[in-house]
């Protein structure tokens, strides 16, 4: 059974290098009870860095997707690399999600690569939360990052959480809807009154907080005006049409490591994220007529899915990851790639748990998932009801001349911002296809079996 419409999140999980992405999208799969221990970047045990270069690096090379529910709802995370050899991934994983967790350091604030997956948001009308990430670290400070988000990033940034404690005794967060302290003991959100040292900070953010919901809405407005405040459910409402409206960019507090800030994180995303449902119509060009059209996000409607990132692994194959916006994909269905003039067997379709497909019978509108040993079918192809031919617009990467070079600038960002980098990192190769390479060259089946970095679970 498809997953329904309503109840799907997809988040692409962005930002600079090394700021915590994969150690986020693993504590949220963690509170979701969607893996039973939780992986650490630095054991090479987490679920979305499963390369064996991604873990000798301790670096993350390829999106990756991972799944969770919580509260009732699927919450689909393509976890994306930050380091600017790899940030095409993240151009490409922001296609096909509704909105970006953008993450950035508590000690470091905006750094080059935020300010491009900001643009590459604001290009597709992403959506977006800022967790401001590794709060227990020394010299962290929210409220100086959260100035150089204001200064550097478009939008009107809004603080949702102020910290509770600092550096080593960061804690948790003042809740600015709630005017409630969360802090979490034993790994668990524990909800308390708010210190009393926070509170002249907590009046003047709540303020800033209820006049930018306010503001979304005239109605509100006057109320506000009126009354001199909001209740915690217009707040909530306000938010969750200034967010998807591009109006208001919530701010929220984490340090991942102590898994301070995952769950509230996970209730912003089902309260105050769209769903895919909440799209528009999707654009493209219907190739009966060649004229320009649309395809509603529908189960029934004719199917049409975008590859986003296609990965090949000797034993297995091409692995093609793709996003349903139309339609309902079956296992064991045929369908067109119209750019190549291809027919493709979908055989297996599969939800992704970093490297385990976990097989389903469809996935329907909104859904992200993989296929295996598709032909002809590279990244950025559409693939469409051959009955009714329709083609989405392509992906497009910049030229990998420009990702390459070299600038001062950019070797000294790489430098500041993580030493863990190897002193000359191996190049890996970039195409569209991502080709894995082994730590064994052996290539029979029993090897296939120890070796093959994907797995199927029933
Ligand atoms: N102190 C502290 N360290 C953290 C926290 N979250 C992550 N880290 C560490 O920061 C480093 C980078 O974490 P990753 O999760 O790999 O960061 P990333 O953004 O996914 O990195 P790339 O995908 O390579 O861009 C690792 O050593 C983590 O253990 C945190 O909340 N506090
Ligand atoms: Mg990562």
Not at 221 to 243: F, N, Q, T, V
Request: aromatic share 6%; net charge positive; with cysteine.
């Amino acid at each position: 059974m498809a997953i329904e419409i309503g109840k799907i999140r997809n988040v692409g999980v962005v930002g600079h290098g090394g700021v915590g992405k994969t150690s986020l999208v693993e504590a949220m799969l963690f509170a979701t009870g969607a893996v039973t221990r939780l992986g650490r970047v630095d054991d090479g045990s987490t679920t979305t860095d499963f390369d064996p270069d991604e873990i000798k690096r301790k670096i993350s090379i390829n999106t990756s997707l991972a799944y969770g529910d919580w509260k009732g709802h699927r919450i689909n995370l393509v976890d994306t690399p930050g380091y600017g050899d790899f940030i095409a991934d993240a151009r490409a994983g922001l296609r096909v999600v509704e909105a970006a967790v953008v993450v950035v350091d508590a000690v470091a604030g905006v750094q080059v690569q935020t300010e491009k997956v900001w643009k590459f948001a604001s290009e597709y009308n992403l959506p977006r939360v800022v967790v401001v990430n590794r709060l227990d670290r020394e010299r962290s400070d929210f409220f100086r990052t959260f100035e150089s988000l204001a200064r550097r990033l478009k939008g009107r940034l809004v603080a949702l959480h102020l910290p509770v404690g600092e550096e080593s005794s960061f804690k948790g967060f003042v809740d600015l809807v709630k005017m409630k302290a969360v802090t979490v003991v034993g790994g668990k959100p524990v909800e308390g009154e708010i210190p009393g040292d926070l509170a002249d900070r907590t009046k003047e953010y709540r303020e800033k907080l209820v006049e930018a919901a306010a503001e979304t809405d005239d109605e509100l407005l006057s109320k506000y005006l009126d009354e001199g405040s909001l209740g915690e459910p217009e707040m909530l409402k306000a938010l969750r049409a200034g967010i998807a409206e591009g109006k208001l960019v919530p701010v929220v507090c984490a340090a991942t490591a102590k898994s301070i800030g995952v769950h509230a994180l996970l209730d912003l995303i089902v309260d105050s994220l769209p769903s895919p449902a909440d799209r528009a119509e999707i654009a493209g060009t219907d190739l009966k007529t060649k004229q320009a059209s649309t395809r509603a996000a529908d189960a029934k409607a004719p199917v049409t899915a975008l590859v986003f990132k296609t990965l090949s692994d000797p034993h297995i194959g091409r692995l093609s990851l793709f996003r349903v916006t139309s339609g309902t994909v079956r296992a064991d269905s045929t369908l067109l790639n119209p750019g190549r003039g291809a027919r493709e067997r979908m055989g297996h379709v599969s939800w992704l748990q970093g490297k385990t497909q976990k097989n389903v019978e469809a996935l329907g509108p909104g859904e992200i998932g993989v296929a295996q040993k598709l032909k002809e079918t590279l990244t950025g192809d559409t693939l469409s009801d051959e009955a009714h031919p329709f083609e989405l617009p392509r992906i497009t990467f910049p030229s990998p001349r420009s990702r390459s070079r070299s600038s001062p600038r950019r070797a000294a960002t790489r430098t500041r911002s993580r030493t863990r980098w190897p002193a000359s990192p191996k190049r890996i190769p970039r195409s569209t296809t991502t080709s894995i390479r082994r730590r064994s060259s052996s290539s029979s089946p029993a090897s296939a079996a120890c070796t093959s970095r994907w797995s199927w679970s029933a």
